[in-house]
């Protein structure tokens, strides 16, 4: 079996900005199965002398870095760069863009021979699925498709007619985004299944250092493991923590690096928390385990999240989760009392949400002995195992 995968946000050594999915979904895959595969990383960037009305200097002098690599492998996987000119942000632009990625790197798909692949795995609307629908048109190759919360191509005409384009012609239709599921029913398109993505099999193992569900403590230990992205509204929780009026009984921790670090770390110092709010650096996945279970909640109120694998893999430590009604994880957890939901753009809500867990242990210890079984929703073992099944079906067809 030949697999080509389209992944735009499959990392790159050394950036934060790339979500590790794809190749965590890859690795996990060819460690079970065996296939040739192979990966195509479409990478936007601007011309220099777009960049100073854009800002984010640094951001696209990294872009244009990755773009010259060419071509790279990551544990014997190849991975091929394909550049393009894009203004991500302005989503019809992008998905304008998105179709002139196939013309301008034609070359590359007689290097590879990407005509004899039985199959294409696109993780993004744009350009992953654009590139994945025009090879499919050229070559004939059947195409799945998996969908991120990419909700704003639905809200012009010009994207949304491609939209239609891309998934009418894939063999199978999937997403980790109950939201974006929900916003493609609303567009009158019914055939996106929902999976929940899977999470490494060590955080299920059994947990050393679980701090005492009961009984008096000396204070409340909250995890934020992420990449500092404005995204993940961190800022949010630091404010939050400085406005409760007992703030000396909490103890923040902070795992993750990124651009927004200085910035976070000067606001700790403006709210006067520098004896609670403690940045740790970066810590590698495996880690996480046997770190995770000596706190008692992780918090990350962000923005949005596509789903939001750190959430399950707290959940799976015995950690409850403070998160927001954005992000796919809450859709798949509603129904489970594991969770605490705050209002992203509201620091007051979350500051309101540590004070009912202070005054309510008892809730929070009930939270924690179901949290690892609702964390089971997600596994990396059967998230490959139903995509192997489709990838046979689409094939065998």
């Given at each position: ?19 590790p ?15 040739e ?199 949010a ?25 200085s910035e ?20 590698e ?29 707290a959940l ?5 989760v ?23 753009h ?8 540590l ?43």
């Amino acid at each position: 079996m030949k697999i080509l995968q389209i992944a735009s946000i499959f990392p790159v050594k050394d950036s934060p900005m790339e979500n590790p999915y794809v190749q965590q979904f890859v690795a996990h895959y060819a460690g079970k199965y065996k296939a040739e595969i192979v990966v195509i990383k479409p990478v936007s960037y601007l011309p220099k002398v777009f960049v100073p009305f854009k800002g984010r200097k640094e951001y696209w002098a990294q872009k244009r870095q990755v773009c010259r690599k060419g071509s790279y492998s990551v544990n014997q996987i190849d991975i091929t760069v394909w550049p393009y000119v894009s203004v991500g942000s302005v989503s019809d632009l992008h998905a304008f863009f998105s179709s002139l990625v196939y013309g301008r790197n034609r070359k590359k798909i007689k290097q590879k021979k990407i005509e004899s692949f039985d199959l294409i795995h696109a993780h993004y609307l744009f350009p992953d699925g654009m590139i994945a629908y025009q090879l499919h048109k050229k070559y004939g190759i059947p195409y799945i498709l998996t969908l991120q919360q990419e909700l704003r191509f639905l809200k012009n005409s010009y994207s949304l007619r491609w939209v239609k384009k891309i998934i009418e012609n894939a063999a199978k239709v999937i997403t980790l985004s109950p939201q974006m599921a929900e916003g493609m029913k609303e567009k009158g398109i019914h055939r996106v299944q929902v999976v929940p993505l899977g999470i490494a099999e060590y955080f299920f193992e059994k947990k050393q250092n679980v701090r005492p569900l009961t009984g008096k403590r000396e204070k409340l230990k909250l995890l934020s493991v992420c990449n500092l992205l404005p995204v993940k509204n961190l800022g949010a929780v630091i404010k939050a923590v400085g406005s409760l009026p007992e703030k000396e009984k909490i103890d923040y921790t902070i795992y993750g690096t990124g651009p927004l670090e200085s910035e976070l770390k000067a606001l700790v110092t403006k709210w006067d928390l520098n004896d609670i709010v403690h940045f740790k650096g970066a810590i590698e996945n495996k880690e996480l385990p046997a770190l995770m279970p000596a706190y008692d909640v992780f918090i990350q109120p962000s923005f949005k999240e596509t789903l939001g694998l750190s959430y399950f893999e707290a959940l799976a430590c015995g950690l409850p989760v403070i998160l927001t009604e954005n992000t796919g994880a809450y859709e798949l957890i509603k129904n489970k009392e594991v969770y605490y939901s705050v209002d992203p753009h509201d620091p007051v809500s979350i500051t309101h949400c540590l004070q009912n867990i202070l005054s309510d242990p008892e809730s929070l210890a009930r939270k924690a002995v179901q949290a690892p079984e609702a964390a089971k929703i997600a596994s990396w073992e059967g998230f490959v195992e139903f995509f192997h099944e489709r990838y046979r079906e689409v094939i065998k067809k």
